[in-house]
């Protein structure tokens, strides 16, 4: 397979699926939307993951496992998150295959073995899990709960890219039960907060924390959180969100506790999740187009040192000195892989692990080791230096750390850049349809505009900042009075 | 909820049942035959996994995720496997629920919406895997293949038991691909040694390494290894499997290879797996009828301190001493809780942390600190001791793994004088009812015996033990004659 990538600027979308099965983080299935996600994509996932679940514990958060199926009774108990889903569920309806009597060797569905009830594959899991939460919650002694579930989830959607839209995916769902409609709220933004602190100090990606509008909202919840992020093309990403349901499950399930005076009240919820969708996220962030950029902080691979032999004398040489430097860098917590398999060139190397985007390369040749330097190849900048091989293992723990900042830095002004404040709908649609990125505009705060908008424009209204400022304005489309900006964005 | 257990001698059942409710560890769900995984359950599972996922990466796998759906005419590719699995698996028939015309609030299964195809939610993942490695495997270079994956699965029981039998349940899978017969047994066996390690290292439960008749063989493997663990009770229970699959899978889905000489030949093939069935197996080998006994080395609580404040004084003091206790405990590594909530008396703690099985457990009041000295009491002995606060964390450290040797050691005494050779069918109807565990009796190696066997006596083969010596005798039913000794037991 050849590592030549469609160019971005040819098309952009092209790019991104060559970029995923050529760096071979997943593949497409036999399975309509489904994905695999192949060694390298996993390893990244399991960095990622290790992390968040770092730092759900570290605020006090639990894992815990729930059932894979919903059934269809409690599934609609929800109404708005039942309507929400029911058009993209993946319905078990029997529990048996048989032989087919005209045809042998192959199987039908045995009708004999049809469920009573219909299972729904779980696309989320608040009905199943408030249901369950009934028989754990009778008094304030019981709560908090705080549950996270790492899980796979299904939602049929139909136009399906990897990572980005699955019919399957992976994902955490934290649920979360409060006493009190306060101790929610701060919940929920505490958890945006950690996703936030997550992306940009691990992923390098910057985003915006707001809080979505009506039309945006989660099915069920009360208010939508959300970090929104910038992609190269000058899309938005939304990254991660946090949900205050307010007591809908906990009425829709009949979830009530009995406070410290001993009167009854319905339990207040949350609700929040990231995907493999951040994996997406991340290609689209970084990359470029000899391939992926990986942040050195969830890279798979974060040093890789590739041995140019000149006869075989120089083997063992070179991987001798190697040794002692993955040695080194692995006593510094650094991952790295020697790649001494003799199967391909040093060049076909260099350009498999650009693809890969590993962070750093050293390419250690015998005349280098005679005068005591390696070259070191930074994946950010492309920067190539001979360096001193003493003290080098330090040096390329530094370097990465250098470019991790480096690659939240470029993100950071890329995005910066990209948010653009206009007063008319011409300018409106001229930096969508020119510049791209996130516009800041005045909306009059209907539903209505916010729908019409939609269809001029095809950008959506990715979050009222939470740091936002108030400032008098009129509405982009409208012209009726506005008292803050919102931010609108054609988006993934 | 009472903390008292059905005694093990009045219903050894019940008191199962009983125990993985009460301790915390799982409950039913609204789903038939699915569980709820609790937190400390699922902390306890997360450690086992850990240390697993540990284990596979230093023999040299990789994990990867596959695809929940298994399309049916994939899955009915290899006939054994799909025969043995068709029985009981949940099918996806429909995408989409819609709003029912003659029940307002209510949905049904939209009947636009059937699938082209039925998919089969994976009961086990050979085919949808060795579909994909048809399209990863071209050369002898692309091998081999080690490939793990952590996952659910769906197997339709229609008698389940938390975490012995369960609809859904965890696992893991490993998946690999060989070039030759001898590498793929090699990688079988080399996988049987990490299953039987770590159920004995980490789970303190002894287990025969052996390999299953034709008759107990995983549907589509040449061979099945297995490791075979003893109940309190005296009935067995499968810990783990490894399969030999010979070229089944590669000839099923068409999965050749061109090795050095050019020539095509089909992929060799294994696959193991062990699931939160373990669990079930960590509760009957060692609990009692106060509660769980959890092996330190994966308790999700090794040491609990319980405060006994005398007075509102002496609470700051004891607080302070376990500061640093715990400070020091958290430095040796040791997984501590200090339970100073305000909502329960010290002997309802005591009874709780028993029910728990947390292997030691620390009691501190003020007269004793007086002294310099705590209460330490062992969940395994149910010794206790006043031991000194000097060293105090090094000294619980080292008790840690005491209890691990000592616990493993008591399952092996149990195992060892539960193993009863027999020459007699009479002999070998009286061990099975009277003393149980395993029988080890000569078998004339057909299948008809076996399954006239287990008829009358509901024994299974449950291995041929790896070990086994040479030794000629008759068959314990039909006086046939037989060159070794085979494990009969009841099991789970």
Redesign the interface.
């Known amino acids: 397979m050849s590592k030549e990538l469609t160019k971005r600027a040819d098309d952009y979308s092209q790019w991104y699926n060559e970029l995923v099965v050529k760096s071979q983080l997943a ?1 497409h ?3 309509r939307g ?6 390298y ?3 990244l ?2 960095n990622m993951k290790d992390q968040l679940d770092k730092m759900f514990k570290e605020t006090g958060h ?11 009774s ?3 108990a929800e ?1 708005t998150n ?1 309507e929400g889903f ?14 087919d009597p005209n045809n042998k ?3 039908i ?1 045995d009708p004999e073995a049809k469920l009573e009830e ?4 779980r696309p989320t899991s608040e009905a ?1 899990i408030w ?2 939460y009934k ?1 754990w919650i009778q008094s304030y ?1 019981d709560l908090p709960i705080l ?1 996270n579930q790492w ?2 989830v ?1 939602r ?1 959607e139909m136009r399906t890219r990897l990572f980005l839209r699955t019919a ?1 995916f ?1 994902w955490q769902e934290g649920h979360t039960a409060h006493a009190t409609k306060e101790e929610a709220v701060e919940e929920t933004v505490k958890m945006l907060d950690v996703y936030a602190d997550f992306v940009e100090e691990y992923m390098a990606v910057p985003v915006i924390k707001g809080v979505k509008t009506a039309n945006e909202r989660f099915a069920g919840a009360e208010d939508t959180y959300c970090i929104e992020a910038l992609m190269q093309d000058g899309k938005a990403l939304q990254a991660g969100t946090s949900h205050f349901l307010g007591q809908n499950f906990a009425k829709a399930f009949d979830v009530k506790f009995s406070d410290k005076n001993n009167k009854q009240a319905y339990v207040w919820a949350t609700s929040w999740g990231v995907s493999t969708r951040l994996i997406g996220a991340l290609i689209m962030a970084h990359s470029d187009d000899q391939g992926l950029m990986m942040p050195p902080k969830i890279a798979p691979i974060q040093v890789v040192i590739v041995p140019i032999y000149k006869g075989d004398d120089s083997k063992p040489v070179i991987d001798g000195k190697v040794a002692t430097l993955v040695a080194e860098l692995k006593a510094l917590g650094v991952r790295v892989k020697y790649d001494d398999s003799d ?1 391909a060139r040093p060049g076909w190397k260099f350009a498999e692990y650009e693809l890969k985007g590993v962070p750093v390369r050293v390419a250690m040749g015998l005349r280098d080791l005679e005068n005591n330097v390696v070259e070191v190849a930074r994946r950010d900048t492309k920067a190539k230096e001979t360096v001193s091989m003493d003290g080098l293992a330090t040096y390329l723990h530094q370097l990465l750390a250098t470019i991790q900042q480096n690659m939240y830095n470029n993100a950071l002004a890329f995005r910066n850049e990209h948010i653009t404040p206009v007063d008319s709908w011409d300018a409106f649609m001229d930096v969508l349809e020119n510049k791209g990125g996130f516009v800041a505009a005045h909306w009059d705060g209907t539903p209505e505009t916010e729908e019409k908008i939609k269809e001029l424009s095809k950008a959506t209204i990715r979050c009222i900042p939470l740091n936002n400022v108030a400032e008098a304005g009129v509405c982009v489309l409208t012209g009726n009075p506005s008292t803050q900006r919102v931010l609108f964005a054609r988006a993934y």
Chains 1, 2 share one sequence.
């Open positions: 593949d299935s036999a399975v489904c994905m695999v996600i192949k060694p994509g996993y390893a996932w399991e639990v894992n815990a496992y729930f059932p894979l199926f919903v059934p269809k409690l599934f609609e109404e039942a029911a058009k993209e569920c993946a319905v078990v309806t029997h529990y048996r295959l048989k032989s060797g192959k199987l569905v219909e299972l729904v594959v199943i249901n369950t028989g002694r549950i899980a796979n299904v049929w399957e992976l199967n």
